[in-house]
Every structure is written in structure tokens, then in C-alpha cells.
């Protein structure tokens, strides 16, 4: 191939990179993203290899992620696509998936309290009758039916620490049900093993692979490795079968075929991107497919398939089946990055993850935040969601994040019933001190200007608010922060343009605009035409001297109302 | 139009049409209540992961991975089938006991090839344990053996150890006696042997102990089966070689010194291991071979921070014969046996005096791998007080690789480089 050649497909890669990056001068409107709760047949039920799975994320997808070339240009020239279930915005609708809660609606102390759950968990006062062992994950365990006839799965804490999983599922459950996710009903739960009942026929795998019926011995030697209180009473985490038909996990890439609504990649769902920013704040590193699970429900006189996130007994300080062990959230388990700089290093660097003391609290388990880097966070296994997540997706995760006020933590740390008040104020702080910094990175790096609404006077005039989502987080403070706006027609016709500085009131009037957009006969052509009017703002806190980038809203005249109505934001800069 | 052309004007379609195309989301989905394939596939195909141009330039890197990948698809396959066969836990259950009682791990050296040890524990008492190995390997080499071990006499103040063992060694090197043997020299032998042997051991202080050990031993040389290299009977004679062309049995008596302080087996953080060991070897039936040996070995395994370990070694052993005796070749003190030097092929340097050193530094790679590079050097020599030199050190140097299992067995590669050249060696538990 001779060098002439080589030029011209170089020019023309150039040339079509550049009209495509181009784009249109006027704010494009997403169209509206189709609800995906719409009535279809169940897919089939399917499961998920652990081990293949682990081999599937760790080696296959590692390397075929590495050989695309146009994954990799995107990486390194900053261009990652974003996600394609995105709103004007910047918001998902609610769907099968993921409802807006918290993050639109500060919920009260009761709600986020209460979370997922509908009643009380099971009831203690009767029989718990075994009706399964659990032989997947690394916690012993069994499901049983209470005295109602609900079926919950009983897991336990291990032994020497008390409340460690137990607690880190509840509050985990909870926090994620706030920030949207769906859950299912966990409690945390307090019985004798008197109450417990082995139904006949109870199928047990043990762990040499051995099918065989459960008996009193195996009943025994499971609670004989279990935490029991001074009046021989467990403490147990019950997590209610949820309704529905079992289907399955979900996966973090491409679409379940047979599931009629699933039509966006799941590795392009805002949501699955965003929950790599929820699951480093919580330390929920065993992010595998195997920890999802698909139902099919009836919901409103539709069956669709409702898709959860569950399991979250290895949160927080947490392993499940102990503390968590030093290198969780700092490296995969095969992370080949590290291995190759540890390598190169011939151990001498070492890594600051390695040098974190030991446990303080059993209930706590092994967690910091001093440590902790939003982005840096890594699960056990390669997520392909996590791997596609864009600035954008990470700010939408992180208001949501931030969303969760000091008082709406404390209560939900409540929930968590830690024997220990120390463990639980422990807990709280790095809980809250990992919250802060993903709202200190995220808002340092995408202007944290939003729930821009458009608010009229009895004279017709309006005004343009807005929330310092720093400011509402505590980060910063009104007398620290001053604004400066633009405001422009597009396209880009730099038609008498507003601008002005301010702090303190969020507001922007629009009074003048309108005035001479609807009513001065010298802007008659405008008084008939469509056009955009664009918005944008820029702020600067004291602590530094340069302006953020802007945050650009778009208006749209309403010729016959003589006001504007907001059409959408925009951050790419 | 020239073939060029054309060529640029498809590109050109390629990467400006179509994703403009793919790029129109002008979604004509309706919120019905109930679905169609035919809007499934419009909504599919309108929300689609990749664009054309996505596809093209991604093709050449996928392609290149694509026989590669086929391969791995087919290696999750098999871990799939192995996972649901539950092949491995049914292997456990046959070979370990659920107490614990009783273990059978594989097991690989270069020496030998594969084999299984298989472990009884708590046999006569709780320290006690019951071994048996079997290892087959290329060209017949193989060794069988059978231990117990740590029986305890007079109430736990004496420990006594019985053994046996046969094996055969059908490729075993010989380059000639000194220092300046050669690579080029070399030659191979078949070693058969039987041994037995019968041990009374106390507990003399914290981490230490004294043994004393009689044993029987019969070893037949016999001509190597290795073809890359001549027969050592075809270069040497049994005048020139003691121990060469003849059956000889040696009854032994060996007075060992242990002192075992490292934190774990296996995988040590810290401590020592060291031994000590005099013998004395007399041949039964005839009178040629009589012989002393004194061997030292000392390890030592220093933590120097968050899992960084270094090893250092320094072992030494003398064989001396007594006046107008001998000693059988393969009883002469060895620089590269199994445990020793890598990097130098085993039986490379035989001498009545051998004396070597190793520093190893060991780090941590990720969870239970870990990565070493080494250093050894030594020397053989008929009197090594008088000739030692340390510009007659032999010298290798090295890294490799540990994977250390759950319970505590070591996997290693290891990869050393001397005068020689390049060696790997292989070993599992």
C-alpha cells in the first residue's frame, strides 16, 4: 500500500469524524424513549455460570474490548458514546428497570426507611418451616415459610461478626431503593432456632457435589457456625421471595431476546452505567450478572418482566461471608493492569490499599473512605455497563447520590439495628464522607446547575431557576459561589445579547427577552418564526479562579402564551 | 472509474451516509399496551449498539482476535460442563475425607513426572499421618513410596517414622566429577533403588528436634534410556566410577538437628528452617564403600513489608570417605539437585564438597499469585575449605511464578538462567 493511499483513508477518517462530530446548530429533542412496560409473553428462565461468567468478564471480554479499535479510539480521544435512554434533560424515564425516587422527590424519613418492604418480614411468633437450603453463594442458608405462607431466604452473619452482613444488606437494600433500583423486601430479623421446622424432601447439595435430604445433623452444623445471642435467639437477614416468575439474571450487555421489551443495550442504559457510581459509594464490589435477577410480573393489568438488583451482603465493610478482604474495590480479582505494574515494580510500589489497618469494628468490617476515588473504584469482575460510563452518566448517578441528605442516612443506618452504636456511627461517617467526595468529583467536572424550571410572575413575566446542586449537598456555600449567564438565539445569531454576573438568588429573569421577542415591533420576524433560545450558565466558587464550563438550557417560544417553555439542558462542551 | 476511486467512494458512503442513517432516533414506538415483533425488531434496530462505521473499524481487531476467542468460548464451555458435572467436587469427595482426615493431592516434579500423594492423618495419633506416593513419569521414571510418619512413643516424649520407598530414575544426568565438568559431557544413567527406613525423634525445645534415622538402601545402575545423550556405562567404567555397573547395599545411620520456625508451611512469611544432618554410610555384603556425609541447609524467610518476603539460603554439604574406601557416584554431594539451583539442569556438578547460596525475593502479583526473582550461585570442589574462589561460583539468576492454592499448596514456574543457557522447571505441590 503506497503512502498516497495510506493519506487519503487517513483524510478521509479525519474529514467523516469531523462532520460527524459536527452536529446541528439548534438543541436536538431526544425523541421520547418508549415505555418498556408493555404487556408480552414470559421469556424462558435461564441461569448464569458463576465460574463461566467469571472467565467470560474476566479474560474474553477483557481482551475483545482491548482489539476494538473503535472502542479504544473513543476511549482515548474522550468520545465515549453516551447512554441512549436519555431524556432533554439528561434523565431516564421510569421503567422496568429504575424509578425516579430520591433523586426527584426527596423521600420522607418513613419512606426511605421503609424502602422496598411492604409488611414486617416473617413472622417470628409461629413455625418457620425449611422448605429449601441454600447451596449457591458462599453463606449458608435456607428458605422457609412462615405462619402467613410467604417464603423469605435466610441468610446469616459469620460467626465473631455480628450484624456485618446482615446490616450491610438492609441499609445497602434500602439506599438503592431510594436512588431508584428495584429491590427486594430484606429485614433484618431475630429468632430461636427453636421455631425452625425441616420440611421433608429439603434437597441439599453439599459442597463435594453431593444431591442429597437435608437432615437435623445439616441443620445443626449450620447453626452451629452461627453468631447466637446471650438468650440463644439468631440475628438473620430474611429476604422475601419476590413476586413474580423467575426468569433469570439479567445480563450487563446487549438485550434479552425473548423479552419483547427490551430493545436498548443494557450496556447503553443510563441506569446500569450510573450504578458503577452507586455500587463504589456502597462497596458493592460482586456487581456479576449472578447478582440480578429478572421476574416476570403483573403489575397494573400488564406481565412484563421487572428486572432487580439483589444480594447485597457483600456491601459496605462487608464480604457476606466475613470482613471484606483488603484489595475489594481497589482491583478485579484478575486484573492484569495491576499484575503487569506489580511486575514492572518488582513489588516495590506498594499499593496504598495494602497498607489499610485492620478491622475496628466486626460489625463494620473492612471499609474507609480515605481510600476511596469514584472512578478508580473497581468490582470483583469487569462490569461491561460500568466500563461504558461517560462523565454524564457519572454526574446523573451522582446527584442522585448526593441526593441522599445526612438525616435520610442516619435513618436508614437505624434499619440496620447494629448492636454496636460505635460500629454504626462508624459506618455512617464513610458512608457520608464517600458520598461527598463522589459529589466533589462529579460537580468539579460537570457544572452541578439542574432542576432548571421556568417560573411565572402574576404580570406573565418569568424567570429561569435553578438548583447549585453543590450548594444543596453542603459542598458549598451561596456566599463562596457567583454565576455568570449568557443568554443567546440560536442558531447562534448573537441577537442583543443578555448577560449578566450574580449570586445568591438562582434565578434568571426573562422579562426583557420577552418583552422584545413577543411584543417589540422592531423583532416582528420573530414574532412568527420558530427559534431557540439557549441559555447558558457558568459558575465559580472563591476556592479556585476559573469559571466551570457552561450548562446550556434551551427555551422555546410559545407565540400565542408570549412565554417560554423549557425544552431541554445541555452539558456537552 | 478507477478501482481506487470506487474503492474511496464506497468508504465515503460508508462513513458519511450511514451514520447519519443509523443516527435519525426519529422513534415511531407507540405506548400500546401490548407489543409486536415487528415493533420490537424497528425498536431494536433504531437503538442498535453499533453503527456501521462502529463495525468497520472494529472489524480488523476482531477479526485477529476471532480464532482466539473461539478458543476461550470453547474453554468456558468446558468450564461450564466441569461446573455442572461437578466433576471436581465428586474428585474431592472420592479423595478427601470431610473431616479432613484423609487428602490425595496431585503432584508433578520434572524429575519424575505426574503423580498423586495421597495423606491419612490422625492415623495412631493426632500428629501422626500415613503417606503414599505415586508418580510415573516419560521413559518409566517413577517413585513409590510409603511414609508414616510422627508416630508418638512414651506418651508423646519420642516420635518414631517408618518408610519405603522404590524408585527409578531412567534419565538421570551425569557430566563428571568437579568443577569443571562440562555440559558437553553429558551422559545418563538408570538408577534403581530401594530404601527403607526407621526414624526415634524428640522435641528437644520450642521449633526444635533431634532424630536419629537407620536406613537401608539398594541401588542398581543401570544403562539411561535418554537418547539425547550417550549412556554413562558406555563412557565410564565401574574402576573410573565407583558405584557404576554394581549392585551395592548401603545400611545408614543419620543423626538430624531440626529447627522449624516459619509462621506457615508452604507459603512462610518469617522464621527459619534449618536442618542439620551427619551420616555415616557403609556398604553391607562388601567393603568398598564407607562413608561420611554432613549436610546443612538453613533458610531463612524475612518479611520485609505487606507480603514482600525475602528468602535466604545457605546450604552445604561434605561428603568424606574413609581411608581407602569410596564413595558411589551418585552419593557425591550435588550443587543442582531437585530443591537447589535453577537454571542448571539436575546433576550438573558433583563433588565430595558442595556449598551454595540463594536469595529470593517474593511479592505479591494478586490474590494468591505471586511473582520471585532469585539468585543462586555455588560451587563443588574435593575440598571446598582450600579451593573455594568466588570467581569459581557457579552463578544462575531468575524469576518465576507462585500460585498458592487455598489449602496451602504451592504451584511454581520458574524460569533461571546460567552459563547454560535458559531453564524452566514445573512443579506442583
Same mark, same amino acid.
Given at each position: ?21 459536527? $452536529? &446541528?446548530? %439548534?438543541?436536538? @429533542?431526544?425523541?421520547? /424513549? ?5 404487556? *408480552?409473553? =414470559?421469556?424462558? #428462565? ?74 414486617? $418480614? &416473617?413472622? %417470628?411468633?409461629? @413455625?418457620?418451616?425449611? /422448605? ?5 453463594? *458462599?453463606? =449458608?442458608?435456607? #428458605? ?430 | ?429
Amino acid at each position: 500500500m503506497n503512502i498516497s493511499l495510506i493519506i487519503k483513508i487517513f483524510l478521509i477518517f479525519v474529514s467523516t469524524t469531523l462532520m460527524r462530530c459536527g $452536529g &446541528p446548530k %439548534t438543541f436536538q @429533542v431526544p425523541p421520547q /424513549i418508549p415505555d418498556d412496560r408493555n404487556h *408480552v409473553p =414470559p421469556p424462558k #428462565s435461564k441461569s448464569i455460570h458463576t465460574y463461566s461468567e467469571y472467565f467470560d468478564k474476566q479474560i474474553i471480554l477483557q481482551i475483545d474490548e482491548a482489539v476494538d479499535l473503535a472502542r479504544q479510539y473513543r476511549n482515548l480521544t474522550g468520545t465515549r458514546k453516551e447512554a441512549k435512554n436519555v431524556d432533554a434533560f439528561g434523565e431516564i424515564p421510569n421503567s422496568s428497570w429504575f424509578t425516579n425516587r430520591n433523586g426527584q422527590r426527596k423521600m420522607t424519613l418513613e419512606e426511605i426507611k421503609r424502602g422496598s418492604n411492604k409488611n414486617y $418480614g &416473617p413472622d %417470628t411468633s409461629d @413455625v418457620w418451616v425449611i /422448605i429449601r437450603a441454600k447451596t449457591e453463594g *458462599v453463606t =449458608p442458608g435456607f #428458605s422457609i415459610r412462615d405462619s402467613r405462607g410467604d417464603t423469605y431466604l435466610i441468610k446469616f452473619d459469620p460467626l465473631g461478626y455480628p450484624g456485618l452482613a446482615s446490616g450491610a444488606e438492609v441499609i445497602s437494600t434500602k439506599l438503592f431503593y431510594a436512588m431508584g433500583y428495584n429491590t427486594p423486601e430484606n429485614y433484618v430479623v431475630y429468632f430461636h432456632p427453636r421455631r425452625l421446622e425441616l420440611s421433608k424432601n429439603v434437597k441439599l447439595t453439599d459442597k463435594k457435589g453431593r444431591t442429597r435430604f437435608m437432615n437435623q445433623q445439616d441443620l445443626e452444623e449450620i447453626l452451629s457456625g452461627i453468631e447466637k445471642l446471650p438468650d440463644g435467639s439468631i440475628r438473620a437477614l430474611a429476604s422475601k421471595l419476590l413476586d413474580g416468575k423467575f426468569i433469570g439474571p439479567f445480563r450487563y450487555k446487549g438485550v434479552r431476546k425473548d423479552d419483547l421489551n427490551d430493545f436498548i443495550p443494557h450496556h447503553h442504559r443510563r441506569e446500569l452505567r450510573g450504578l458503577r457510581i452507586m455500587a463504589a459509594w456502597l462497596n458493592h464490589f460482586d456487581t456479576k450478572d449472578g447478582n440480578s435477577l429478572d421476574m416476570y410480573v403483573t403489575e397494573n393489568g400488564k406481565c412484563y418482566v421487572k428486572h432487580y438488583l439483589i444480594d447485597f451482603g457483600a456491601t459496605l465493610g462487608s464480604a457476606s461471608h466475613g470482613p471484606n478482604h483488603l484489595w475489594r474495590g481497589y482491583q478485579y480479582d484478575v486484573d492484569p493492569g495491576n499484575i503487569i505494574g506489580n511486575i514492572l515494580t518488582l513489588g516495590l510500589y506498594v499499593r496504598p490499599w495494602e497498607k489499610q489497618k485492620g478491622v475496628k469494628y466486626p460489625s463494620a468490617g473492612l471499609f474507609n473512605a480515605e481510600l476511596f476515588e469514584p472512578m478508580k473504584y473497581k468490582p470483583q469482575v469487569p462490569n461491561p455497563a460500568f466500563e461504558n460510563l461517560t462523565l454524564l452518566d457519572g454526574y446523573w448517578a451522582a446527584k442522585i447520590v448526593m441526593s441522599i441528605s445526612d438525616e435520610q442516612l442516619r435513618a436508614v443506618m437505624k434499619e440496620g439495628q447494629y448492636s454496636d452504636p460505635e460500629a454504626e456511627e462508624f459506618l455512617f461517617q464513610l458512608i457520608k464522607e464517600r458520598r461527598n467526595k463522589i459529589g466533589r468529583y462529579f460537580f468539579s467536572r460537570i457544572t452541578p446547575l439542574d432542576n432548571f424550571t421556568l417560573k411565572s410572575g402574576t404580570d406573565g413575566s418569568q424567570s429561569l431557576k435553578f438548583e447549585d446542586l453543590a450548594i444543596e449537598g453542603g459542598l458549598h456555600t451561596d456566599k463562596e459561589t457567583s454565576y455568570f449567564y449568557e443568554i443567546e438565539m440560536a442558531p447562534q445569531q448573537k441577537l442583543n445579547i443578555q448577560a449578566g454576573e450574580f449570586s445568591g438568588d438562582k434565578s434568571i429573569s426573562l422579562s426583557d427577552l420577552q418583552k422584545q421577542l413577543f411584543f417589540d415591533p422592531g423583532f416582528g420576524e420573530y414574532q412568527t418564526k420558530n427559534y431557540q433560545i439557549e441559555v447558558r450558565i457558568k459558575l465559580k466558587r472563591a476556592i479556585n479562579s476559573d469559571w466551570s464550563q457552561w450548562v446550556r438550557v434551551y427555551l422555546e417560544p410559545d407565540i400565542t402564551q408570549h412565554k417560554f417553555k423549557l425544552i431541554g439542558v445541555s452539558r456537552k462542551n | 472509474m478507477r478501482t481506487n476511486q470506487l474503492f474511496f467512494t464506497i468508504i465515503f458512503i460508508f462513513t458519511i451516509y450511514f451514520p447519519i442513517y443509523s443516527q435519525n432516533l426519529d422513534s415511531t414506538a407507540s405506548n400500546s399496551s401490548q407489543i409486536d415483533m415487528a415493533k420490537v425488531k424497528e425498536l431494536r434496530s433504531q437503538y442498535k449498539n453499533r453503527t456501521t462505521w462502529d463495525q468497520i473499524f472494529a472489524f480488523p481487531g476482531k477479526l485477529l482476535f476471532f480464532p482466539f476467542k473461539l478458543i476461550l468460548i470453547g474453554t468456558k464451555e468446558a468450564i461450564i460442563f466441569i461446573d455442572e458435572s461437578k466433576i471436581i467436587p465428586k474428585v474431592q469427595d472420592f479423595l478427601i475425607a470431610d473431616d479432613g482426615s484423609r487428602v490425595a493431592v496431585p503432584t508433578y516434579t520434572s524429575r519424575i513426572g505426574v503423580g498423586i500423594k495421597y495423606r491419612q492423618y490422625r492415623l495412631l495419633n493426632p500428629e501422626s499421618r500415613l503417606s503414599f506416593l505415586v508418580m510415573y513419569g516419560l521413559s518409566q521414571r517413577q517413585r513409590y513410596a510409603i511414609d508414616l510418619e510422627r508416630v508418638s512413643l512414651l506418651k508423646d516424649l519420642f516420635y518414631s517414622s517408618y518408610g519405603g520407598l522404590y524408585e527409578k530414575l531412567t534419565t538421570e544426568p551425569f557430566y563428571g566429577i568437579g568443577p569443571d565438568a562440562r555440559k558437553e559431557d553429558r551422559t545418563n544413567y538408570t538408577r534403581e533403588g530401594v530404601a527403607t527406613k526407621i526414624a526415634l525423634g524428640v522435641n528437644i525445645a520450642k521449633y526444635t528436634s533431634f532424630e536419629t534415622l537407620l536406613g537401608f538402601e539398594l541401588n542398581n545402575i543401570l544403562p539411561g534410556r535418554s537418547t539425547s545423550s550417550p549412556s554413562t556405562d558406555e563412557i565410564y567404567e565401574s574402576e573410573t566410577l565407583p558405584g557404576l555397573d554394581s549392585e551395592v547395599k548401603l545400611a545408614k545411620i543419620e543423626f538430624k538437628l531440626l529447627y522449624l520456625s516459619i509462621n506457615r508451611p508452604g507459603n512462610p512469611l518469617s522464621g527459619f528452617d534449618a536442618r542439620a544432618k551427619f551420616g555415616y554410610f557403609q556398604q553391607i555384603s562388601d567393603d568398598q564403600f564407607k562413608f561420611f556425609k554432613y549436610y546443612f541447609d538453613v533458610e531463612q524467610y524475612i518479611h520485609l513489608f505487606y507480603q514482600r518476603v525475602l528468602m535466604l539460603r545457605i546450604a552445604a554439604e561434605f561428603t568424606e570417605p574413609l581411608s581407602g574406601k569410596q564413595v558411589p557416584f551418585y552419593h557425591l554431594s550435588e550443587l543442582s539437585e531437585d530443591r537447589s539451583f535453577r537454571g542448571l539442569n539436575r546433576g550438573r556438578f558433583r563433588d565430595w564438597d558442595m556449598i551454595m547460596g540463594t536469595a529470593e525475593f517474593r511479592y505479591p502479583l494478586s490474590r494468591s499469585l505471586e511473582a520471585m526473582i532469585f539468585a543462586d550461585a555455588g560451587q563443588v570442589s574435593s575440598n571446598i575449605f582450600e579451593n573455594f574462589a568466588s570467581k569459581n561460583l557457579e552463578v544462575s539468576y531468575g524469576g518465576g511464578l507462585r500460585f498458592i492454592s487455598g489449602g496451602g499448596g504451592v504451584t511454581k514456574l520458574e524460569m533461571g538462567k546460567s552459563k547454560d543457557g535458559f531453564l524452566v522447571k514445573f512443579t506442583l505441590n
